[in-house]
């Protein structure tokens, strides 16, 4: 039988050209040009794979996203996306987002992307007896350490923590590579050779948290067909990784807290306990102690979890590392996509370690598969890099060529020059205003 996808788009001859195009692979097709008409179809039938602008007349695809999860957590997204939502697409991967795709669309990018995300989907249908453990060979940044200092600091950190059982805080922005960092702390760990779950706190809706935390027993609730093992149960003897734990409510914080604490955990339906023994390691992406400060996350849950924290740093903050791992996604994009491409010349090189990667890992991964997949060469050349990439190389201006260093003292002298004029400094600096609010923050530097 086809796989069912729904497309949605609010131009509609591209979503009707895309529709021809994936009928014409096969695929049964369905076409919605705005949010409401999405969500009818969503609620009619469930659909193999969602494909959704970010940017729609009455909605948006986060909105979509959280609807179509609240349906069939095993349904996945795919978001498309312009250069100027890249980062909200980013952030969209830790609410449950398969991937998402740059426009202009490439048909042959698209059909790879939607090849990958059936895979998942027919393996999350069709698991062992237990919740697959996920293996770190799958892992996009396998064997990459880097060379920089903070690359050093990070996995000295990880050798430091693996083979203690203490929970694991890791803290970083979306893309930096906190499930890789949680793995090798697994993999180096006495519990290596037992599961490793993944769990991503944002994609589970409330009500179902128990049922996947926890497991249900048969006929426990509506819908509740067969048994169902929790990720709790599924991790025991091994480690249990809570990506994204601040996205969950108040309520599950309650109930997570007390299965930690009491290492006990009770399907739902059940009467009967069971004991686990589990590793724990969650990431965030949020400033943890500001909610808690706030009230929207419990203060002896953080407590629990940070017995010590990692911090994952951004891919800007990594310069000596850049064309690592730029090679090692090279590579990945050359067998994925069954090509030969050898390498990126000069100044795809020069540009790739001024530019400041705001998706992180997981844009400059993006963007080497996507010039991999254009390039006629056996180099990869600007011509196939996204045209917004190339537009804000431009707006770092005369700062691109200065190590990190040297670069913080030349925006202090020019504040310095300015009489701590932003606006002004940012003329000197010849880079536009929001780009120096990037840098101050990035520096710390306080005016």
């Known amino acids: ?39 009818e179809f969503i609620n009619k039938q469930v659909f193999d794979v969602v494909l959704t602008d970010i940017r729609l007349p009455d909605s948006d695809g986060l909105k979509i ?21 890249i980062k909200t697409a980013v952030n ?35 698991p062992p007896a237990k919740i697959k453990e996920k293996k770190s060979s ?57 599961p490793f779950i993944a769990v991503d706190c944002g994609a589970i809706p409330k009500d179902l948290a128990s049922s996947e935390f926890f497991g249900h027993i048969k006929g426990s609730f509506t819908g509740a067909v067969n048994d169902k093992t929790g990720h709790f149960e599924a991790a ?35 009467n009967q306990e069971i004991q686990v023994d589990i590793r724990v390691i969650a990431a965030t992406n949020e400033d943890l102690t500001e909610a808690v400060k706030r009230g929207d996350f419990r203060e002896d849950l953080y407590h629990r979890l940070n017995e010590f924290s990692i911090k994952a740093p951004r891919l800007s903050e990594r310069k ?43 844009e400059m991964k993006n963007i080497i598969k996507r010039s991999v997949l254009l390039t006629k060469s056996n180099l990869i050349h600007l011509e196939v890099l996204p045209h917004e990439m190339l537009e804000a190389s431009k707006d770092e201006g005369s700062l691109s060529g200065y190590a990190k260093a040297d ?9 310095e020059k300015a009489n701590f004029n932003k606006s002004k400094a940012a003329v000197l600096l010849n880079i536009d205003r929001k780009t120096l609010y990037n840098k101050l923050k990035l520096y710390n530097i306080e005016l």
């Not at 996203?65 to 939502?85: A, H």
């Not at 670069?407 to 504040?415: C, F, G, M, P, S």
């Open 65 to 85: 996203l959280k609807r179509v999860k609240e349906i069939s957590l095993d349904t996945q997204v795919i978001l498309m996306t312009g250069y100027t939502d």
């Open 1 to 39: 039988m086809s796989s069912k996808i729904l497309v949605i788009d609010d131009d509609t001859a591209f979503c009707v050209m895309l529709k021809t195009f994936l009928q014409k692979k096969g695929f049964d097709v369905t076409n919605a040009f705005n949010g409401q008409e999405a969500e």
């Open 138 to 194: 799958t892992s996009p940044l396998s064997f990459v350490k880097g060379i920089s200092s903070d690359s050093l600091r990070l996995h000295e950190h990880i050798e430091l923590v693996a083979p203690t059982n203490m929970s694991v805080l890791i803290i970083g922005d979306s893309g930096t590579g906190k499930e890789y960092i949680a793995q090798s702390i697994h993999l180096l760990s006495k519990r290596a050779k037992k």
């Open 236 to 270: 025991n003897e091994g480690t249990l990784f809570l990506d994204e734990v601040g996205n969950l409510s108040y309520e599950v914080q309650v109930q997570l807290l007390r299965a930690l604490q009491e290492r006990k955990i009770k399907p739902v339906g059940s």
């Open 407 to 415: 670069e913080e003292q030349v925006i202090r002298l020019a504040l």
């Open 320 to 362: 000596q590392d850049i064309m690592m791992f730029a090679n090692h996604f090279l590579a990945q994009a050359n067998n994925d996509l069954e090509k030969d491409v050898e390498g990126f010349d000069a100044d795809v090189t020069k540009l790739f370690k001024s530019y400041e990667w705001p998706g992180n890992l997981r």
């Open 92 to 126: 969209s991967i830790k609410t449950g987002a398969f991937d998402y795709v740059g426009k202009p669309i490439n048909p042959d990018e698209i059909l790879h992307t939607i090849g990958l995300a059936l895979t998942k989907k027919s393996a999350k249908e069709n």
